[in-house]
């Protein structure tokens, strides 16, 4: 069975997106689907980059249509951006590691939801079990 060859990043993209590119396109098999999935993730990461440094260099209050102080308008570009981002990668639905396949947003949240709701439920055959290594045969606690 011949090697599948990761794709080629997409011309343009600065470090940021180009880190980003590298981790995911050496790691995973992608179809053409989620290959165009992360070339737009690594231009929303760069864009972010970009509008970071733009920031930097310049106030995060600015003055409103009538001289009131007001949030520069970068800073929800900015976050709209990361949350974009944030989307784009979920999509990809990326195993974790010990994982054979990734999971989809919806079912990721399902089962973080139901770990918790779980995670300290004692299956009733085990109760008894616990209660004596916990107090010990003699009665007294441990």
């Given at each position: 069975m011949p090697e599948e060859e990761s794709p080629k990043p997409p011309d343009g993209?600065?470090?940021?997106g180009r880190q980003?590119?590298?981790?995911?396109?050496?790691?995973?098999?992608l179809n053409a689907g989620e290959v165009e999935i992360l070339?737009?993730?690594?231009?929303?990461s760069d864009e972010i980059t970009s509008l970071e440094a733009e920031l930097r260099g310049s106030s995060l209050v600015v003055a409103?249509?009538?001289g009131q102080p007001r949030p520069n308008p970068l800073l929800?570009?900015?976050?709209?951006?990361?949350?974009l981002l944030r989307r784009l990668v979920d999509s990809l639905a990326l195993p974790d590691e010990g994982e054979e396949s990734g999971l989809r947003p919806g079912q990721r949240?399902?089962?973080t939801a139901a770990v918790g709701r779980w995670k300290s439920h004692v299956p009733n055959g085990k109760l008894a079990e616990l209660r004596a290594a916990e107090w010990g045969r003699d009665g007294a606690a441990s």
């Open positions: 993209l600065e470090t940021a980003l590119w590298d981790s995911v396109a050496a790691s995973f098999v070339r737009q993730a690594c231009r929303t409103g249509y009538s929800k570009i900015i976050q709209d951006h990361r949350l949240h399902a089962r």
